[in-house]
C-alpha cells in the first residue's frame, strides 16, 4: 500500500469513518481525471458511507490542513474534481432520497443520489426534477448543484440554482451549517452571530453595502438576461435579494452554493423543488439547414413559437455519429446531408393544440424558407433523438489520431439573438489559426458548445489552447455574455473571471471565497486563483513511454495507446442497474469507480503514459483494475466512444503473462476446446466429477474455479461425429454453412442438432465446415498468439466458401460472433480482405433466421399454431454486435407466440468468469440484480430462452430453471 501521508494520519482516518479510505497508486490515478482535460493526482480517496462520515473527514481535513475534492460522478468538463488534495466520493454510498413530500413538492436527497435515479422514483407521483443534463443517467445532484447545471429544457425549467431550496453540510472549519430561505430579521441576526457562519453573514452584507459594489455588479456581470450566466461566484444574485433589493425574494445563499463548485461548503444534504411531468403529448421538429449560419438565425424564429427545447446538432457530431455503434440507429431521421440540424420540441396537453402549434411553425420557417427538411418525431421515437444529442459529447472521441475536439469555449452563454454575429467571430479567430470547430448544445437559451480540434500533445497547440480561451473570453465579454452558461469554471476558465466580470467584482469573489474558507481547504484551484488553464493536462505526450508488443492489430484506433485515450472521461459508464443497459456490469454490482469503462481506460492510460519513475503505476495495479471485466463487450456499443475494454483487456493479459507467466486457470480455461476434444471420445470419464463430490470439489479447486458452481456435462457425442454419421454434407442453392463451435461441439450438441434439423426441415441444406474452435476461450484469457493462429486458419478455409448467398451462421453468440468482431483484428495482412468478407457473411441464427422471415422463404404454415408465452435473455454480445430484436422477431413469428425481453443486461456468468473463485461473487450479484429476480417471478408455464450456453449455466445454477435456446423452442414450434 502507498501512503503519501505518515501512517498515524492514515490510521486515524480509516479508524474516524465508517466507509474506505485509499492512498494507493492505483485509486488515485483513477481520480486523477474527470471528463475534462485536467489530470492532477489526489492525495489520496475516501467514501463516506454516511453524513458522520462526512463531518469526521471534513474535521479531520481541517486539522491537518488538508485540502477536499468533492466528486460525484465526474463528469465535470472544467476540472472541478481534479485536484492534488483529498477526493472525497459522494457516489458510492451517500445516495439515498431522504424524504419526499408530494404535496409541497420538494425532495431532501444525498449528494450522491443520480439524477435519472431521483426521477424513476418520482414518476409514480407525476413529479420530477426540471433541469436535466444529458449525463442525466450517471451525474449526481450534488454535482449538479456544485456545477449550476441546467440542461436541454432550461427555457422552461432554469437551472438547478432556481430549484434549489436548502444546502445541508459543513464548512470549511467543520461547522455544521443549513442554508435557506430567511427573513430580513433572520439575515440580521445571523450577521450577528459568532463563528464562521456569522463571518460569512457579516462579509456579504459589507460587500453588497459598500458604495458603488452593486453598481459595478450591475455594469460587468454578464447580461441579466442570460439565465445561463454561471461566471464565478454568484453575488449578482445575491445582489437581488432582500435585504439589498427592497423588491427582490427573501435571502437565500443557496443561489450562491449553486455553481460553487464545492469551494464554499461540503453538502452532506440537499432539499430540491420538483415540477409536474410534462405534458403527455410531445414531439420534436428535427429541421435541417444547409449552413450553421441559417441554424442560428431560425433558432431565434423558433423562441417566438415558444418551444419547450430548442437544440442544435451540427454535421461533425451527425458524421461521428454514425461511427458509434450506439448511436447508428439513432440516425434515422436525418435526410441528406445537412450542415445543422435544430431539434425543437413541443408538447401540450392534447394531441389537437400539439399539432397545430408544431405545423404553425413549419408554415413559418417554410415562408421564410429557413430549413430543407421537417421530419416531425413521436412517441418512442423522441428518445432516440434525444440520445443522439446527449451523445455528443462521447462521440467526438471518435475522430481519429491525436487531432481531438476539445473543452475550451465549450460553454459560452449569450443571447440568442447574438449566436449568428458570435459563431461568425469563433469560426475567424479559429480560421486565423487554422482550426475548425464543433457546434453543438442549447441554442434555445443563447447556450453553445463549442469545441476547436486541437492537438494537446503538441507544445504549439497547448499554447493555442489558451491563446483561443483568451481570445474567446474578449469576444464574450463584448456581448455580455458569460463565458460559462452550465459547465462551471473549475480549471478551465476560472483564470479568466477577472476579465468577465471586472478586476473589483473578482476582488468581491476573493472576499467571499476567504470568508468561507479562510485556509483554502475546500476544492482550491477551482474559480479563484485559479492557475493558467493550459496546466495539468491529461495527455503527457513528453514522458516515458511504456512500449508493449500487440498482438491485435490496433489500426483502427493508431496504436494501443490512443485505443484508451479514446475515452473522453462522459462516464455513460457509471449507469446503475435502476438505469438500465449492459455496460460494466462489474460497476453495477460493486459500485467501485475503478470496475467501468472510464476507470479501466484511466488506469491503462495511466499505464501506457505516465512517468514510470513518479507515477509508481505497476503491472498489478492494471491487471486489478481489469480483474473484475465479464469482457461482456457493451462498452463497444454502449460507449459514445466506442472504448473497447474487453479487447484492451485480453491485450493486455497477453502482456502480462509474458512478463509474469500463465497461470494455471487461464492455461485450462483458454484451452478448453483442446482438452474437451480429448475426452469427446470418452465423455463419461469428462463428466465422472459431477457424480462425485469429492472429485468435483477437488478438480474445481484445482483449477480454480468455485466450488458453488456445478460443472456442465459433456454431450455424449460431438456434433461433429454425429454430422459424419448422418450425412449433413449435401450442397444445392440455398446452402447453409454451419458453425460447430466448441461450446456447441462437445457441450451442447443437442442444441446443434436441433438446429440442423430446424434448418433442413425449413428448407436449407446444410454444411458445417472442417474450421478450428472459434479461438473464443484463448481471447478471453489473453493467448492471443494461440487465438491469432486459429483466426488465420478459419479464415483461409471459410473464405472461399461463404457468399451473401450462402452465409454462416452459428448458434453461440460469442463464437460466431467473433468472425464479425475480433478476427478483423487478428487476421494477417494478406488474409484482410478474406475477413471483412467473412464479417459480412457470419451471422447468428437468429439473425439469419429473421432476415429469411423478412423476404418471405420462411412462413408461418410451417409452425404451429398453439400459444405460447417465451421470455427471452439476450447475450451481451448480441447485444453489443448484433441485435436482441432478431430473437424477439423469430421467437413472436410462430401464430400464436409471443416473446417478451427480460431487461436484464448482462447475466454475469460470461464464460469462465463465473466460475473462478475470484469472480464467482460478483458474477452472483450481478445475476442477482435483475435476471434472476425475473425468472424467478415468471410463470411456471412461461418458456424461457438464453441464446449464451453461460446464460443458461446462470440461469440454471441460480434457479434451477431450465433456460432453452430460440432454436430448441423454434424446432419443437414446428408443424
Known amino acids: 500500500m502507498d501512503v503519501p501521508l505518515n501512517q498515524l494520519r492514515y490510521n486515524e482516518l480509516s479508524t474516524l469513518i465508517k466507509g474506505e479510505v485509499s492512498f494507493r497508486h492505483l485509486d488515485r490515478a483513477q481520480h486523477a481525471t474527470d471528463a475534462s482535460a485536467y489530470r492532477e493526482k489526489p492525495l489520496g480517496v475516501v467514501w463516506p458511507r454516511d453524513e458522520k ?111 434549489l431550496l436548502e444546502a445541508h453540510g459543513y464548512l470549511a472549519n467543520g461547522d455544521e451549517v443549513v442554508f435557506k430561505e430567511i427573513q430580513n430579521w433572520e439575515f440580521e441576526s445571523k450577521c450577528q452571530q459568532e463563528g464562521l457562519e456569522g463571518d460569512i453573514y457579516r462579509e456579504i452584507k459589507n460587500i453588497l453595502l459598500e458604495s458603488g459594489n452593486i453598481e459595478e455588479i450591475k455594469k460587468e456581470f454578464p447580461h441579466k438576461d442570460i439565465h445561463r450566466r454561471n461566471t464565478g461566484y454568484a453575488i449578482d444574485y445575491l445582489a437581488q435579494m432582500s435585504p439589498f433589493d427592497a423588491d427582490g425574494a427573501n435571502f437565500n445563499m443557496c443561489k450562491l452554493i449553486a455553481g460553487s463548485e464545492g469551494t464554499l461548503m461540503v453538502a452532506n444534504k440537499i432539499k430540491l423543488n420538483l415540477v409536474a411531468v410534462p405534458p403527455k403529448h410531445q414531439a420534436l421538429i428535427c429541421v435541417h439547414f444547409n449552413s450553421l449560419q441559417e441554424s442560428l438565425q431560425a433558432n431565434i424564429a423558433a423562441l417566438k413559437h ?27 431521421f436525418i435526410t441528406g446531408t445537412p450542415a445543422a440540424i435544430l431539434v425543437i420540441e413541443f408538447a401540450q396537453d392534447t394531441a389537437v ?81 487554422g482550426k475548425d ?52 469554471d473549475g480549471r478551465l476558465r476560472g483564470e479568466f473571471i477577472p476579465l468577465m466580470v471586472g478586476a473589483s467584482n473578482y476582488k468581491l469573489i476573493l472576499r467571499i471565497k476567504k470568508a468561507f474558507d479562510p485556509e483554502e481547504l475546500l476544492n482550491p484551484d477551482k474559480i479563484v486563483n485559479t492557475p493558467s488553464m493550459n496546466t495539468s493536462l491529461r495527455y503527457r505526450d513528453a514522458n516515458s513511454k511504456r512500449e508493449i508488443e500487440t498482438v491485435f492489430s490496433w489500426d483502427d484506433t493508431l496504436g494501443i495507446v490512443r485505443a484508451a485515450e479514446k475515452c473522453s472521461g462522459s462516464g455513460d459508464c457509471l449507469k446503475s442497474e435502476i438505469i438500465g443497459g449492459t455496460m ?159 461450446f456447441t461441439n462437445y457441450l451442447d450438441s443437442d442444441i446443434g442438432i436441433k438446429a440442423i434439423l430446424l434448418l433442413q426441415k425449413l428448407g436449407y441444406n446444410v454444411v458445417v465446415p472442417e474450421l478450428l ?9 489473453g493467448l492471443l498468439k494461440k487465438a491469432k493462429s486459429i483466426a488465420n486458419h478459419n479464415i483461409r478455409v471459410l473464405a472461399p466458401m461463404v457468399s451473401a448467398q450462402n452465409p454462416i451462421v452459428g448458434i453461440e453468440p460469442s463464437a460466431i460472433l467473433t468472425f464479425r468482431d475480433e478476427y478483423l483484428n487478428l487476421a494477417n495482412d494478406n488474409l484482410l480482405a478474406e475477413a471483412r468478407k467473412i464479417k459480412k457473411c ?22 404451429t399454431t398453439e400459444k405460447r408465452t417465451i421470455n427471452f435473455h439476450g447475450h451481451c454480445y448480441q447485444k453489443a454486435l448484433s441485435n436482441t430484436k432478431y430473437i424477439k422477431q423469430v421467437l413472436s413469428f410462430p401464430k400464436n407466440y409471443e416473446a417478451h425481453e427480460i431487461d436484464s443486461g448482462c447475466c454475469g456468468m460470461a464464460g469462465s468468469y463465473g466460475y473462478e473463485k475470484s469472480t464467482y461473487g460478483v458474477s452472483m450479484k450481478v445475476a442477482e440484480m435483475k435476471l434472476l429476480p425475473a425468472i424467478r417471478s415468471a410463470e411456471q408455464s412461461t418458456l424461457l430462452a438464453a441464446s449464451g450456453t453461460s446464460c443458461r449455466h446462470q440461469i440454471k445454477d441460480g434457479t434451477d430453471r431450465q433456460a432453452q435456446h430460440p432454436v430448441e423452442i423454434l424446432y419443437e414450434a414446428l408443424a
Not at 773 to 781: D, E, L
Request: hydrophobic share 35%; glycine share 6%; net charge neutral.
Open 842 to 863: 457470419a451471422f447468428t441464427i437468429e439473425e439469419f433466421l429473421a432476415n429469411e422471415i423478412s423476404t418471405g422463404r420462411i412462413n408461418k404454415e410451417q409452425f
Open 584 to 742: 460494466c456490469p462489474s460497476y453495477m454490482a460493486t459500485r467501485d469507480e475503478k470496475h467501468t469503462t472510464r476507470g479501466r481506460a484511466n488506469i491503462l492510460r495511466e499505464y501506457f503514459t505516465g512517468s514510470i519513475s513518479t507515477d509508481k503505476l505497476k503491472l498489478e495495479d492494471v491487471h486489478e483494475a481489469l480483474s473484475l471485466c465479464l469482457s461482456c463487450k457493451a462498452c463497444k456499443s454502449e460507449c459514445p466512444s466506442g472504448v473497447d475494454i474487453a479487447k484492451l483487456k485480453s491485450e493486455f493479459l497477453h502482456h502480462y503473462y509474458t512478463k509474469k507467466g500463465t497461470p494455471l486457470t487461464a492455461l485450462m480455461v483458454g484451452h478448453m476446446p483442446a482438452i474437451n476434444k480429448l475426452f469427446s471420445t470418452v465423455p463419461w470419464l469428462f463428466n465422472l466429477p459431477t457424480k462425485i463430490p469429492g472429485i468435483k470439489h477437488l478438480l474445481l479447486y484445482a483449477i480454480g474455479f468455485s466450488s458453488k458452481r456445478s460443472i456442465p456435462t459433456m454431450s455424449s457425442t460431438s456434433l461433429k461425429r454425429w454430422i459424419r454419421k448422418n450425412n449433413v454434407t449435401d450442397t444445392s442453392i440455398n446452402t447453409v454453412y454451419f458453425f460447430a463451435d466448441e
Open 306 to 332: 415558444q418551444p419547450r427545447a430548442v437544440e442544435l446538432i451540427d454535421n461533425k457530431i451527425m458524421e461521428l455519429a454514425e461511427q458509434s455503434a450506439a448511436q447508428q440507429a439513432n440516425r434515422f
Open 437 to 488: 470547430c464543433v457546434f453543438y448544445a442549447h441554442v434555445g437559451s443563447g447556450e453553445l458548445h463549442l469545441r476547436p480540434v486541437l492537438n494537446l500533445k503538441d507544445p504549439a497547440d497547448v499554447e493555442l489552447f489558451r491563446t483561443i480561451a483568451t481570445e474567446t473570453a474578449k469576444i464574450v465579454k463584448r456581448y455580455g455574455g458569460s463565458l460559462s452558461g452550465e459547465h462551471g
Open 53 to 163: 462520515d462526512l463531518e469526521s473527514i471534513v474535521d479531520f481535513a481541517h486539522r491537518n490542513k488538508i485540502a477536499l475534492i468533492p466528486r460525484g460522478a465526474g463528469t465535470s468538463l472544467a476540472g472541478q474534481v481534479v485536484g492534488s488534495g483529498l477526493v472525497v466520493n459522494m457516489s458510492k454510498h451517500m445516495n439515498n432520497i431522504i424524504e419526499l413530500n408530494t404535496e409541497e413538492k420538494w425532495v431532501m436527497v444525498e449528494p450522491g443520489v443520480v439524477l435519472d435515479e431521483l426521477n424513476k422514483y418520482l414518476a409514480p407521483h407525476d413529479l420530477f426534477f426540471g433541469p436535466e443534463t444529458s449525463t442525466s443517467n450517471r451525474c449526481t445532484l450534488g454535482g449538479m448543484m456544485g456545477n449550476n447545471s441546467c440542461g436541454s429544457h432550461s427555457l422552461i425549467y432554469g437551472s438547478t440554482r432556481d430549484h
Open 773 to 781: 474452435s472459434s479461438g473464443r476461450t484463448y481471447i478471453s484469457k
Open 353 to 433: 393544440e400539439l399539432q397545430k402549434q408544431v405545423q404553425t411553425l413549419i408554415a413559418d420557417f417554410t415562408q421564410q424558407q429557413l430549413g430543407y427538411a421537417y421530419p416531425i418525431i413521436e412517441a418512442e421515437n423522441i428518445n432516440k433523438v434525444w440520445s443522439l444529442r446527449k451523445a455528443g459529447l462521447g462521440v467526438l472521441s471518435n475522430m481519429k489520431g491525436d487531432n481531438l475536439p476539445v473543452a475550451v469555449i465549450e460553454d459560452t452563454a449569450l443571447l440568442p439573438a447574438d449566436l449568428p454575429a458570435f459563431a461568425n467571430e469563433i469560426n475567424t479567430l479559429l480560421g486565423k489559426y
